[in-house]
């Protein structure tokens, strides 16, 4: 019954005026996209003078679009209280059984990091294990650690889920991944069992991402949410290894790393010591900073109590390749486009002749309020909007959904479009909706085990029941087909994602983002001038939260 309300509803919306796609500029987006990721921007990096100027340039758009400043105090912003950790001069070897020392050098070997010690970090022959998985699901029934004490040793993980190399097994989402599978979560299990640190091995398909993100991303300063004792949410190292310094590391330990993989996967998995220790150590520096969420509100004219979100975040890595020639990581796609799309879409509430093009049926505000998000931190560790869902500025159990943006087409005009998470709520049927109109149709995420539904800015507002969006164009390309929309991504994914290489081009073709642009437009309007509340599926692990929350509205 709820679905055919719902859809009902949103097709009288659409019956009144055509939609006119036009009306979202391919331009506008553009000349937003190539000034915030120009070397002028230095890469959006957090608390550097980049942030003021973005911050600047945001507010100034969001101004001219007919939005009021939504965040504290009157202001466009929302301070987040952070604390920063810079890791310097790494000193780190493993011991081995015959007595010899493996050195270890950041971005080659391994990578080191940490949230976990406010302070320098040293090891004497801390004991490596190797933990599988390194999950603890008791609904499962499913316990990698098998009661082994790991108080100060060193984990060693894979990453993903057991089903990652058999999805057929089905003892968590198949290839889909959970959120065990999560390095995030790898960390945090970590820290609660009282390990003094945790060696991922890297592995591309498994992590869908490549060595060179991983140094990149792992090549600067870390944050978290300022916590009293940050050691009980992390260890005192977070690290990555090479697969191939894996393969050494466990070919040194008389070990099998192959057939040590294929016995993870199953519940019986014993951990195993490798007889390896690790030494060295490294400074830390610890600091406590402020970043800031840049936040836009429309209010409604009948339910201004009532929010629908538009999020994506702001910042990107910075100066992330101090070495190289170019030096900028300048985050164009990741997520330039985003908040480029955040302006437009705001431009077409707040400026009623361009929502008349867009398929409004009367020019007009919204009944709802419409609030603008531009999260700050998603790249370390989607911390403004986990403190934006600590610390909401417009109450949860008033915000009737939103839309996350985060790297969006720049390929062209594509025949479907890809939601994450596709089946968790019923604004899955505002996408199909809208989609055929548009003669695209839906398609799940082509890489379920990449965790895309657990990586973005929607997650710590998903968490506490808010239905949020998270859906872009896919890769059947209206030219070129499947094969070149598969080409593009593998492209981006390789060469571009969190390198200086993701950069601004004229080349581009922003036709698929236009049409996405408008998609969202029109589920928002159709939220936002109506009483429909999403819904989460009875079949999903939110649906919880949000049943307390809509008590809460009561």
Same mark, same amino acid.
């Given at each position: ?140 029934? %499913? ?18 889920? &057991? ?64 916590? &009293? ?10 690290? %990555? ?72 975040? %702001? ?6 390749? &101090? ?28 400026? &009623? ?179 429909? %509340? ?21």
């Amino acid at each position: 019954m709820f679905k055919r309300i719902l859809m009902m509803t949103a097709a009288l919306t659409l019956m009144t005026t055509p939609v006119m796609a036009q009306s979202i500029s391919a331009a506008r987006i553009s000349q937003d996209v190539k000034v915030l990721s120009s070397d002028a921007y230095e890469g959006r990096g957090i608390t550097t003078p980049a942030e003021q100027k973005t911050i600047d340039y945001l507010a100034k758009g969001f101004a001219a679009a007919g939005f009021q400043p939504g965040g504290d105090n009157g202001g466009w912003t929302q301070a987040v209280h952070l604390r920063q950790f810079i890791v310097s001069d790494p000193k780190l070897a493993f011991n081995l059984p015959d007595g010899k020392t493996f050195d270890l050098h950041q971005g080659q070997e391994i990578t080191v990091n940490t949230r976990g010690a406010l302070s320098d970090v040293s090891f004497d022959k801390a004991p490596l294990v190797f933990v599988g998985y390194g999950v603890t699901a008791p609904e499962r029934g %499913w316990d990698d650690f098998k009661g082994l004490d790991v108080k100060g040793k060193i984990l060693v993980e894979l990453i993903n889920d &057991p089903d990652f190399v058999e999805p057929q097994l089905m003892t968590f989402n198949g290839k889909a991944m959970t959120y065990y599978g999560r390095w995030t979560y790898k960390y945090e299990e970590a820290a609660r069992r009282g390990a003094a640190g945790v060696l991922i091995i890297h592995d591309t398909d498994a992590a869908s991402y490549g060595w060179d993100t991983v140094r990149n991303s792992n090549n600067g300063s870390k944050f978290d949410i300022v916590r &009293p004792d940050p050691s009980t949410a992390s260890p005192k190292l977070e690290s %990555w290894i090479s697969h191939e310094t894996a393969e050494a590391l466990f070919k040194a330990a008389g070990q099998d790393l192959a057939a040590l993989r294929g016995k993870a996967r199953a519940k019986d998995f014993q951990p195993v010591e490798l007889n390896v220790s690790l030494s060295g150590s490294y400074k830390v520096a610890a600091t406590e900073i402020t970043t800031h969420n840049v936040l836009a509100r429309l209010p409604g004219t009948t339910h201004p109590d009532e929010t629908i979100l538009y999020t994506g975040h %702001w910042d990107h890595l910075g100066i992330c390749a &101090p070495e190289a020639k170019d030096k900028i990581c300048n985050g164009a796609v990741d997520n330039g486009t985003g908040i480029a799309t955040l302006l437009e879409i705001a431009r077409a509430f707040g400026q &009623p002749s361009s929502s008349a093009a867009i398929g409004q049926k009367s020019a007009k505000k919204p009944e709802r309020s419409i609030v603008m998000v531009a999260f700050t931190a998603e790249e370390s560790g989607l911390l403004g909007s986990e403190y934006y869902a600590s610390n909401p500025v417009y109450p949860l159990s008033k915000t009737v959904a939103g839309i996350n943006m985060d790297a969006l087409n720049v390929n062209g005009a594509t025949r479907d479009i890809i939601v994450e998470g596709v089946g968790q709520s019923s604004l899955d049927d505002l996408v199909s909706l809208y989609a055929s109109e548009q003669h695209r149709v839906v398609v799940p995420e082509p890489r379920p085990e990449s965790g895309g539904f657990f990586r973005s800015d929607h997650f710590p507002l998903v968490k506490r029941g808010v239905p949020m969006l998270v859906a872009s164009s896919g890769d059947d390309m209206i030219k070129g087909g499947k094969a070149a929309g598969e080409a593009f991504s593998k492209n981006y994914t390789e060469k571009r994602y969190h390198q200086p290489a993701d950069e601004w081009s004229a080349k581009w073709d922003l036709s698929g983002l236009v049409e996405d642009a408008t998609l969202y437009y029109r589920i928002g309007s159709a939220l936002a001038n109506s009483a429909i %509340w999403p819904v989460w599926r009875d079949t999903s692990e939110f649906k919880g939260a949000r049943d307390t929350s809509a008590a809460d509205r009561k």
